[in-house]
Nanobody, 125 residues
Framework: QVQLVESGGGLVQAGGSLRLSCAASGRTLSRYYMGWLRQAPGQEREFVAAISWHGSRTDYADSVKGRFTISRDNAKNTVYLQMNSLKPEDTAVYYC??????????????????WGQGTQVTVSS
């Protein structure tokens, strides 16, 4: 199973930017469809973005489309989430996740089998 470690979270003002990184170890990253999900206090974990094995396809939640960009560098075994024009409602713990699903784009929590520990993103108004 792949091990995932997120970094790059922090406190930022509304309108600012952050770049999250997810470093993978234990398995070759290109074996996995990768995603970012987030969970705000008292809410369900929700899909943010996903990227296919070699980066040819990306998918985004409507709430982040046009502001967030997911990317991957399989040579570095790393996935990124560039977050621009951040809003207070983006405040959450952000999780990197890996999926072996091949039938469709993984978006649900149960679609992913490996998770990082999460990194906190706080956007102040």
């Amino acid at each position: 199973q792949v091990q995932l470690v997120e970094s790059g979270g922090g406190l930022v003002q509304a309108g600012g930017s952050l770049r999250l990184s997810c470093a993978a170890s234990g398995r070759t990253l290109s074996r996995y469809y990768m995603g970012w999900l987030r969970q705000a206090p008292g809410q369900e974990r929700e899909f943010v973005a996903a990227i296919s094995w070699h980066g040819s396809r990306t998918d985004y939640a409507d709430s982040v489309k046009g502001r967030f960009t997911i990317s991957r560098d399989n040579a570095k075994n790393t996935v990124y989430l560039q977050m621009n024009s951040l809003k207070p409602e983006d405040t959450a713990v952000y999780y990197c996740a890996a999926s072996t699903m091949r039938a469709r784009v993984p978006t649900g929590r149960d679609d992913f089998g490996s998770w990082g520990q999460g990194t906190q993103v706080t956007v102040s108004s």
